[in-house]
């Protein structure tokens, strides 16, 4: 008995201790959404997405994002694309808009993030909080670059939805079109581990009662 207390007082040890670190996630886009009337854009993006969206929730009602883009923007879309925008929501919905901070990118000209009240999705709910990084030519996103940033002001338990980044600048007539996530978010292994301690719990206890069946 007092062995099984020890075990159970552990788990949930262990199950808070990773109940309070950063959760991260990965998001991959590549799958079509819109893009400008009579411009028929790529839509092959499985096996090599154009662009990787990575999110830590931080705790607190803070996160932090990372958007990278890869080396196959121009070869996909053209030399002159370039990523202007994107657009996502938090649920539950903020009561005001959160606060954005710019933090780094390895594009001299974007210098800053913005948030904005945008349209939304085709038939989806209203964009609450995006991010607009210009479409000046030496503030925007193009083949290799990328820009990491926090949001703070969120509820506790926040998720993110609703996600699109905006291509512009698409071959000779400068279409633009805009894409969503094509896989499903990737937990961080701190979840995994979540999930391994619950199912040795499970175990556990199972095997406790059988033990405790033949003992009777």
């Known amino acids: 008995m007092r062995l099984s207390k020890i075990f159970y007082s552990l788990v949930v040890a262990g199950l808070l201790a990773?109940?309070?670190?950063?959760h991260a996630a990965v998001y991959d886009f590549g799958s079509l959404l819109t893009s400008s009337s009579g411009y028929t854009a790529p839509d092959s993006f499985a096996s090599d997405p154009f662009a990787q969206l990575q999110t830590t929730d931080n705790g607190g009602g803070v996160w932090t994002m990372l958007l990278s883009i890869n080396n196959n923007l121009f070869s996909s879309f053209g030399s002159s694309s370039f990523l202007g925008s994107m657009s996502f929501d938090f649920t539950p919905d903020p009561s005001s808009r959160p606060v954005s901070t710019f933090l780094a990118s390895n594009v001299e000209g974007v210098t800053s993030v913005k948030s904005t009240n945008g349209t939304g999705k085709s038939g989806l709910s209203d964009i609450d909080f995006g991010t607009k990084f210009g479409k000046g030519a030496s503030n925007r996103l193009a083949q290799n670059d990328w820009v990491q940033w926090s949001v703070s002001g969120l509820p506790l338990g926040s998720s993110l939805t609703n996600m699109y980044v905006h291509v512009q600048g698409i071959g000779e007539e400068g279409y633009s079109a805009k894409?969503?996530?094509?896989v499903t978010a990737v937990p961080e292994?701190?979840?995994?581990?979540?999930?391994?301690?619950?199912l040795g719990l499970i175990g556990f206890s199972a095997r406790h009662r059988k033990s405790d069946t033949f003992d009777d």
């Open 18 to 22: 990773f109940g309070n670190v950063a």
């Open 189 to 198: 292994p701190g979840t995994y581990a979540m999930l391994l301690a619950g």
């Open 179 to 182: 894409y969503t996530p094509i």
